[in-house]
């Protein structure tokens, strides 16, 4: 049923539910606050644990060579490392300026559970990127950020723009309905509204 005080003409536009957000998005109000705070906290936990893993394979291939090589090794990764989180942090900027579809958005997720099937096989990869991890995380980790402390995310942004244009096409329909019925309607002084009024007449005499 439409809501209350509304046009039954018109047809119902729903808002595009976001991932664990819902149709938060669309007042942002506090549960919006809550579960975007839920989604940056998750996102965080899962870096640290990704730069956790990076941090333990490095360490490993580290411990190969003698105490004087690593500390050289150490200095530059640890300068490779802040290059990275920067070159994350800027590339990621402009990203955020990119409307995404709901329809994109649907298909980021069908194509994200057709490649999670194949993660367990890169194991041996991430074994040989092991001097080189760190930094890798760090550049992650800057992409994150950058997309995470948005006042909207690209994903709102495209499902907002959607709502906006379903919406302008539903009222613009109602619009073109009210219009069609009124050139339908005869016109008052017209030949058609004269008979009409001339069988009322004849209505009232009988």
Same mark, same amino acid.
């Given at each position: 049923?439409?809501?209350?005080g #509304?046009?039954?003409? +018109? ?5 595009? &539910? ?12 506090? =549960?919006? =606050? ?5 989604? +940056?906290?998750?996102? /965080?936990?899962?870096v ?14 580290? #411990?190969?060579?003698? &105490? *004087? ?6 200095? /530059? %990764? ?15 900027? &402009? ?15 069908? !194509? $994200? ?12 990869? $991430?074994?040989?990127?092991?001097? +080189?991890?760190?930094?890798?995380a760090?550049?992650?980790?800057? @992409? ?5 402390? +948005?006042?909207?995310?690209? *994903? %709102?942004?495209? $499902? ?8 302008? %096409?539903?009222? =613009?329909?109602? $619009?073109r ?6 050139e339908r309607r005869?016109? !008052? ?7 009409? *009024?001339?069988q ?5 005499? @009988?």
């Amino acid at each position: 049923m439409p809501p209350a005080g #509304s046009d039954p003409g +018109v047809p119902a536009v729903e808002p595009f &539910p976001q991932p664990f957000l819902g149709t938060s998005w669309l007042h942002r109000g506090f =549960g919006y =606050g809550v579960r975007r705070g839920l989604v +940056v906290l998750g996102s /965080l936990l899962f870096v640290a644990v990704v730069g956790l893993v990076a941090v333990a394979l490095y360490l490993g291939f580290v #411990s190969l060579f003698p &105490p *004087r090589a690593r500390i050289v090794i150490h200095v /530059l %990764e640890g300068a490779a490392a802040v290059v990275a989180l920067v070159v994350g942090w800027v590339r990621q900027r &402009p990203v955020n300026r990119v409307p995404v579809t709901p329809a994109q958005v649907a298909e980021s997720r069908h !194509r $994200a559970a057709r490649t999670g099937a194949r993660a367990y096989g890169n194991q041996g990869l $991430a074994i040989l990127l092991a001097p +080189v991890l760190p930094a890798i995380a760090a550049r992650l980790l800057g @992409s994150v950020l950058a997309a995470l402390f +948005v006042r909207e995310t690209p *994903r %709102e942004t495209g $499902a907002r723009q959607d709502y906006e244009r379903r919406l302008a %096409e539903a009222g =613009g329909g109602a $619009a073109r309905q009210i219009r069609r019925g009124a050139e339908r309607r005869p016109p !008052r002084g017209g030949p058609a509204g004269r008979r009409a *009024r001339r069988q009322i007449r004849r209505t009232d005499t @009988s």
